[in-house]
Structure formats: structure tokens, C-alpha cells
């Protein structure tokens, strides 16, 4: 008896001290894209608009940014009036998700970015602070390159988790030193099973986040070549 007691005061303090070793961001709550989480605050951002004759519940931002980040939800514009409290996967929480909006000229809705790619991209940034400059290993376009990380002073390659596959996705870099993730292999498999038609020219990132809310935030615009297949998209 003694000896059962004793595994279950056991179990109880390791379950314990690894909620509190874990920081914030690293907790269960605080990574998953509950989908009755993201359907709260549209629903939130659907009464405000309501309310405001059309309004929407975004922080200012510099207009010249992705525009998968381009659109913040200002979450005190919207809580408590709207929303009982701020989800708990929100940055603004300790969770590791931005919420954004997409398609705010016709019918806005509520997404996520995952910030674990944008630390990611800072960490890089800061890399490329130190040399000043971005060392190439290898050309994939005219002004899309893979960066040296040996030069960069990285032991390995660096990747970040996709948030559609789980996928390791590589870093790329342009000409003018920005980086990008590299969403080709996640692309590819959403070709395979998209139903609809993508054309040449057209930039196909919306397959990605077409039934996840998830956006492809810190990325460069793809299209398909001849045969199907995803390439980036280059400006003419």
C-alpha cells in the first residue's frame, strides 16, 4: 500500500513540476489551432463589424509587409465586449499563434501565423547581422538562393517545422538578403490532392491554407510550371 501511494505522489509532483518547467509557450493549450478557438473570434469580428458600421478590430501596421501579417487582430477592441477572453494559443497569451485576418476587402477571416517561423527568421537575421551579408551555397532562381549555413557558422542546415505536415521546410534567401520559408514540398502535396485549377502566373499559396487556419506567413508566392508542378513566382 505504501509502496502505491508512494508512485502516485510520485507521478503527482513530475506532473506538476513539468507544467511549471515548461515556459508558456511551450504548453499543450498554448500550440494547438483550435478550431473552436479561431470560430470564437470570428465570430467576435463578425459582431464588431456589426457594431461599427463595418469596422475591423486590426492594430496598425506598416502597410508594406507580408500580407499574411499585414492585418493583426487588436484584441482589445474586441475583449470582453465580443469575446470573453483572449484564446489561449495567442501571442498576446504566452501561445506561440498571431491572429490575423485575410480577405478584408470582401469577407474577412480570422487565421492564425505561427510565430515559431518568425523566430526562426530572426534568429537568421541576427546571424546575417554578424557577417553583414548572406553567404550562397547554391542557386535555385535568378533571386531565390540556398544560404551557406557552414559560413553562417551553423553546425547543419537549418529547417523549420511546416505547420500543414509536420514537414522539416528549408530557409531561402533573395538576392537583397531576406528570408523566406520554402513551402515547394508542402505545395507539391497539396497539388495532388486540390481538385480545382491553378494556372501559370497565379500564385497558388491559397491551397495551403484554403482548410486550415493556418497561413504560409514569411513566404515568397508560388505558381506551377507545364507540368503541374510548384516554382516560385517571379516578378516581372
Known amino acids: 500500500m505504501k509502496k502505491i501511494l508512494l508512485i502516485l505522489l510520485l507521478t503527482a509532483v513530475s506532473s506538476l513540476l513539468s507544467g511549471c518547467l515548461f515556459p508558456e509557450s511551450e504548453r499543450a493549450g498554448s500550440q494547438i489551432p483550435y478550431e473552436e478557438q479561431v ?5 467576435a469580428v463578425d ?4 457594431a461599427t458600421g463595418g469596422l475591423l478590430p486590426i492594430a496598425n501596421r506598416d502597410m508594406d509587409v507580408d500580407q499574411y501579417i499585414k492585418y493583426p487582430i487588436d484584441f482589445s477592441k ?3 465586449a465580443y469575446l470573453p477572453e483572449i484564446p489561449a494559443n495567442a501571442f498576446e497569451e504566452g501561445g ?5 485576418l ?5 469577407e474577412p477571416a480570422v487565421k492564425l501565423v505561427d510565430l515559431r517561423l518568425a523566430e526562426k527568421i530572426r534568429e537568421l537575421n541576427i546571424r546575417k547581422g ?4 548572406v553567404p550562397v551555397a547554391d542557386v535555385i532562381t535568378d533571386n531565390v538562393f540556398m544560404p551557406s549555413y557552414k559560413a553562417m557558422g551553423y553546425d547543419e542546415e537549418q529547417f523549420v517545422q511546416s505547420p500543414y505536415t509536420g514537414r522539416s521546410l528549408p530557409v531561402v534567401v533573395t538576392g537583397d538578403g531576406e528570408f523566406f ?10 497539388l495532388q490532392e486540390y481538385e480545382g485549377d491553378v494556372e501559370p502566373g497565379e500564385d497558388i499559396r491559397f491551397i495551403l491554407y ?14 506551377v510550371d507545364g507540368n503541374g508542378e510548384p516554382i516560385f513566382l517571379e516578378k516581372k
Open 39 to 43: 470560430a470564437s473570434v470570428q465570430e
Open 47 to 50: 459582431r464588431y463589424r456589426e
Open 78 to 80: 474586441i475583449v470582453p
Open 96 to 100: 506561440i499563434y498571431q491572429y490575423v
Open 102 to 106: 485575410m480577405d478584408v476587402e470582401e
Open 130 to 133: 554578424i557577417n553583414g551579408y
Open 181 to 190: 520559408i520554402d513551402y515547394s514540398m508542402d505545395l507539391y502535396s497539396a
Open 210 to 223: 484554403e482548410d486550415s487556419p493556418v497561413v504560409p506567413a514569411y513566404s515568397l508566392p508560388y505558381t
